[in-house]
């Protein structure tokens, strides 16, 4: 073995077994996801006190788990995974008793197994009567993507990103082209984003599109499946851990906060990461004040890059759903403060013209350490 040998092999265990790792981790994501959904419409068809919790049941579930990254919107999103992918349930009992049956107990495999068995609401209403049957599978196996395909070559979020879609014939062409393109979930959404679906049907050549836009396309990763939020979450992970910007993100907030309270003059705080929910998506505002002299919402949002031109515009948007869904009849309208660590006052006058006047942008900067600090922690490291 010489040196470039060794380079090969250690490079093709790491690649391999990562994507071994990454691989594993959706499984079970999926698998967690499809069974919480499964759960939920279960109860919501047939709960003995399903009444008492009504439209209210996600919200209470998310309060009474009270578990990072298990909320009301992620419920939303599995018992839709569910409801549209109720094939998953065969190869999701096959990796649930192939796989991690030795080492999980009867206590959590048993009641699953009585739920995998039994035949819900949902997929009898969804079940073809005897006499159709034959039809149905002889013209729509011809498009539908087999379960055990969409379960282990799409990951959970590509599923998500695919679900809402109505069409089930568009669904299948976006699982058909996902998988054989192994795109990465940005990807999908670009190519969805794109109307992909509607190009490919009015191109007459529908194969050389389909080359053209797989040679273009950015492949998935194991990256793009470990490095993820909701990997994290499901781990048990610190992110804070991993990503050393955020760390840099966190203190500065701090700072930031403790120096609008200490100014004073009128500033009341009012949120740290001010949820805000739009059609279903969820927002975060850095820092909301409420000042008592100017009578007015403040809300400071912090960018730890140089200034880009959507960052105004994720601002605007902060603005004006306070002006609608917060502000009262006497409180005059919002402003928003945006601070960046560079910013080019041309990009910014292009950027924020036509958007609220009440947007400002900009500069900070990061107090280093002493020279004299440098010097006393380079004369005791130890190397």
């Not at 003059?265 to 850095?286: N, P, S, T, V, W």
């Not at 869904?325 to 402003?335: A, I, K, L, S, Y």
């Not at 403060?337 to 006052?345: A, P, Q, R």
Request: glycine content about 4%; charged content about 25%.
């Amino acid at each position: 073995m010489d040196f470039e040998a060794l380079v090969k092999h250690i490079s093709t265990i790491q690649s391999t077994l990562q994507a071994q790792a990454a691989h594993a981790v959706n499984l079970a994501l999926t698998a967690r996801n499809w069974l919480m959904g499964c759960y939920i419409v279960e109860f919501e068809q047939n709960g003995e006190d399903r009444a008492a919790y009504g439209e209210q049941l996600l919200k209470k579930l998310e309060q009474r788990l009270n578990v990072k990254g298990l909320n009301e919107r992620r419920f939303r999103e599995f018992r839709r995974l569910y409801l549209v992918y109720p094939q998953l349930k065969e190869p999701i009992a096959l990796y649930l008793t192939s796989q991690i049956r030795h080492t999980l107990s009867a206590e959590f495999t048993d009641p699953i197994r009585r739920l995998l068995t039994a035949k819900s609401d949902n997929e009898i209403r969804r079940s073809p009567t005897a006499e159709s049957t034959q039809h149905i599978q002889s013209t729509q196996n011809k498009w539908i993507t087999p379960p055990e395909k969409l379960f282990n070559r799409l990951s959970s979020t590509h599923l998500n990103v695919i679900s809402p879609i109505d069409n089930p014939i568009k669904r299948a062409f976006y699982e058909m082209e996902a998988i054989r393109g192994c795109w990465s979930v940005k990807e999908l959404e670009r190519q969805i984003n794109s109307l992909y679906y509607e190009r490919s049907g009015l191109s007459q050549n529908k194969e050389t599109l389909s080359a053209l836009v797989q040679r273009q396309a950015m492949q998935l990763q194991p990256k793009d499946i470990i490095n993820t939020p909701v990997t994290l979450e499901f781990l048990g992970l610190n992110d804070r851990t991993l990503v050393t910007e955020n760390d840099l993100e966190q203190s500065i907030l701090d700072n930031l906060q403790h120096f609008l309270l200490e100014m004073g003059h009128g500033f009341c705080f009012e949120a740290r990461q001010k949820r805000i929910l739009i059609d279903g998506d969820y927002f975060f505002a850095d820092l909301v004040f409420y000042h008592r002299i100017l009578k007015c919402h403040v809300i400071v949002e912090l960018k730890i890059d140089k200034f880009r031109h959507e960052y105004a515009s994720q601002l605007n948007l902060y603005l004006n759903y306070f002006k609608a869904e917060v502000m009262q009849p006497d409180d005059n309208p919002p402003v928003g403060i945006l601070l960046c660590t560079e910013k080019g006052d041309t990009l910014v006058k292009y950027a924020t013209a036509g958007l609220d006047p009440n947007i400002f942008v900009q500069k900070y900067m990061i107090e280093l350490p002493t020279e004299e600090e440098i010097k006393k922690f380079i004369s005791t490291a130890n190397y």
